[in-house]
């Protein structure tokens, strides 16, 4: 048994595997590199390292996708074979993963937890549960899974600065702007490649609605980001700044250039550039062809139902390019997930059945009926997932079904509501809407 570059112990005899499986952990949480291949090199090393098989499994986890649990199977099979050998702290990563591909989240998050308690220098399962706190909105949690590991991390400790990165973004989701852009500002200063601490910041910013702030600071950390999947949810938040500065060339150049490309596989890239698409729309940018090039990724996406958050940005593509069996198959397959017992089971029945139909009846220029599905669960759809940044999105349809079904006092009562919290710029979504009542 040897430690790892933070001191946590590691079953395993070979120190080159431990430290490829440490390369792998870093280039996690920065989002940079590659951390599959890095780990791929730890396993060369040992190819009973548990955690080089754990990492493995969540990274086929992440994306939430029913598509990728077979990927995520075989290396969780692996570590579960190894499990005789597994310390306490790896026993803890295989259960944490094994209900995470379950569907519970809930057990999944309090498996993160429980190894944190008690190895609160775990990197990797200190950004994992931070990520399913994401993944299941839960912002007091996305901040304090983070306050009680920060008493074991002085400076000297590798990796320090990254989880500052991830206590800005939980502090932020809790609202403390302050001290989230206090932290995100000192990870980013530190490792100006950290897009995650980068990306806590524009939160703050957007959430404050200090666009022009948000402009800059995007485009000036935008030179440290290494590509990876989370660089395309950064330009996705400066195309939203710009959407509300009223550059729409820019906005849609942004798309064009940095948020679509070819090829695209990560769901939750396709997921920004379907919130982008939706949000122009209700402003009435039109977006040309752009639907109908994006649906083509979504198309094997069409019957998932694991992670209803997705499937809404699904239900945006399929709704507006008029794909019936493609609109169904969302709807049966979150359906079909409704009936079960897991976390996700009731994110699909709670809030995905309700947001999709939602956005099906306004694509389908049924307002009343979007009215109906959302008015009823807007103050908990932060259970399915996502930020308040992206969850915004349901308000916004919600408040234009309200407009052209004629329900404009409650219009005005959530437009009220809305500009209390931000400042609306003229081409704000809430300006615009505030005059056409
Ligand atoms: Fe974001």
Redesign the pocket.
Known sequence: MLNDTRGVPVTSNSADAISAYDDAVNESVLYVGDPIATCARALEFDPNLILGHTLNAMYNLLGNTKQSLPDALGPLEKSENLAGTANPRELGHIAAVRAWYEGDFTGSALHWDRILVDYPRDLFALQMGHLLDFYTGNAFSLRDRVARVLPAWDDSVPGRDSVSGMYAFGLEESGDYRRAEKEGRRAVEADCRDSWAA?AV??VMEMEGRREDGDAWLTQTSIGWAPGNFTV??W??LALFRLDLGDMDDVLDLYDTKIRYEGQEFVEEILDCAALLWRLELIGVGVGDRWENLSQAWSPLASEGRYAFNDMHAMMCFAKTGRRAETESVIAALEREARGDQTTSRMAREIGLPVCRGILAFASGNYDQVVNELLPIRYDTRFFGG?H??RDVIAQTLIAGAIRSGHKSLARALLAERSALKEPTKASFTARAMAEI
Do not use: F, K
Request: hydrophobic letters at 30%; a neutral charge; proline letters at 0%.
């Open positions: 990306h524009a939160h949810h950064n996705w938040h930020s940044a992206q």
